[in-house]
Structure formats: C-alpha cells, structure tokens
C-alpha cells in the first residue's frame, strides 16, 4: 500500500503528500537535508526520504500533533520544541493513531492499512530541543526557527530564506484549530501574529502550509489579523463544527476543502470561550 506521494516544487524541495492528507517538505542543501515533519508514524517515511535523497538528513516538527510528530522514532535526530512534548506522548499509542486515519479514509482504503506498517510507540523519545532562531545551514541554503504558539504552545514556522518561502505548518493556514487545551485564545494568537508577522514582513513571498493545498496566498498572517479583530467583534460566520469530540466554530464559511468562500485565504476554528485569556 502506497502511503505518500511525491512532487518536485523546484531543484531542491520536495512534497510528500500523506495518504491522509498531510504534507511534508523534503529540503536539500548541498551537504545536509532537513524532512519537516514526520506525519503518524505510519508507512515506512525513513525508507522513502532516503530513496529520495542520500544527504546527511536532520528534521524539523512544525509541532507535536498526531499527524506531524508520530514518525519521529523512525529518525535519529529529530527537533521539536520540547513545549510540546506532553502533546507528542498523550497521542503516542496506537489506538489514536488508527482511529485519526479511520476518521479520514474510506473504509475499503483503511482496511488495507497493515499492523506492521506502524512505528511503535515511543513515547520516551529523545527529541532535539527546537529554539526559536535558530538557523540550520543545509550547505547553501538555510532554514529559520521562528516561534509561532497558538495552534500549539510549541508550534513552529520555517524560513528558507534563499527560497523566500515560509513554511507555516499548522500555525496560520485555512483551517488553523484554537479550539483544543493546548491553544492559546484569539486574542493572544492575534498578538503572536502580529509579531510574527513584523519580524518576517519582506522575507518571503510565498507561503506553504500543512493540509489541502500546499501553497497559500503571501497575506495570509494580515488576514488573520482581520479575521481575530472580527471574532472579537462578533462579526463571523460562526459555522458549527465538531471533531473527535469537540465542538467549535469556523469563523468563516468555507468548502469542504476549507476555502473561504469571500475568496479570502486564512480561517479559524475556535471556541467562543476563549476568544479572551
């Protein structure tokens, strides 16, 4: 069973497309390369990135989600900041794993999933602390931490920089969650935003994120601006919404395939108890 699929986006990166949807990027410098994110620790992931390259391979975690950070174990060094570890080890057995990927397939597609296609649990793992600034120098080509918490208290962005591509992950994309524990409220993601967005303004000109589409508009950090200020406001959409037991609200109406249907890019989901801290 093919569990990822991949594109070439220029010379030197590479998109992994998860069977669930996922996306994950394959860096090359001239010495190392950087796999940001790891996706569930499913389907043999280390196999195919040495197929695709033979560079001494470090990697990089947007956050410690269940579908970013599970394929961790598989790798030898692995950064991740460590504000999310707690997340990585509640969402660390199998039966989580499984029913994420159950939610998400059709049923004929996750039959065919296999025991054996799974990394073990490994809730000890060892991760490499992941600081905010830090740069990883790939040999002509370098990426950029750049703390971003909202989604996750640990939630990071990357910068490549010759590239002017910033990565946001799961931290600012159409469907970014602020509904669970581990959120911060509207109000404080504003803020994070806010600064994140003063402290890249002229870095970059593309944005590449983790789901549905992998490429967004460059604005989208000014959109979620407006989008918080609306909340706040009261003047979204407010679209019910529900997800392994939560319910939240979409700020904006949206596709299934969660684009705005103003034509905007950027959208949140959140819960109106924690719009303040």
């Given at each position: 069973?093919?569990?990822y ?32 994110d ?34 961790a ?13 707690g997340l ?10 499984k ?13 065919r999933?296999?025991?054996k ?6 809730p ?8 905010d ?58 803020e ?21 589409d992998?490429?967004?508009g ?17 003047t ?20 299934p ?17 924690h719009?303040?801290?």
């Open positions: 069973m093919e569990y699929s991949t594109e070439k986006i220029n010379d030197h990166i590479t998109l992994l497309r998860s069977i669930t949807g996922e996306l994950l990027y394959l860096v090359e410098g001239q010495e190392k390369a950087a796999l940001i790891t996706c569930l620790g499913v389907g043999h992931l280390r196999s195919l990135v040495e197929k695709l390259t033979d560079k001494e391979l470090l990697v990089l975690l947007t956050h410690g989600h269940i579908d970013h950070a599970l394929g174990p598989e790798f030898d060094r692995v950064y991740m900041n460590h504000k999310d570890l990585y080890q509640a969402q660390c057995p199998l039966p989580e794993r029913g994420y990927m159950q939610m998400g397939l059709a049923p004929e597609v996750f039959a999933i296999e025991e296609d799974f990394v073990p649990p490994t000890d793992y060892q991760f490499l602390p992941l600081e600034g830090t740069i990883f120098d790939l040999g002509g080509l370098t990426i950029e931490a750049i703390a971003y918490p909202g989604h996750t208290k640990g939630s990071t962005a990357f910068l490549l920089k010759e590239d002017g591509i910033l990565i946001l992950g799961d931290a600012c994309n159409n469907s970014t969650f602020l509904f669970g524990a581990e959120t911060t409220s509207v109000e404080a993601y504003e994070t935003t806010k600064k994140v967005l003063e402290r890249t303004k002229g870095r970059y000109s593309r944005v590449f994120i983790s789901h549905h992998m490429e967004t460059a604005e989208i950090m000014e959109n979620m601006i407006e989008l918080c200020e609306e909340i706040k406001a009261g979204t959409d407010d679209v019910p919404f529900s997800f392994m037991g939560m319910e939240a609200f979409i700020a904006k109406k949206a596709t395939q969660m684009k705005r249907l103003d034509g905007k890019c950027g959208n949140l989901i959140y819960r109106k108890d719009i303040y801290e």
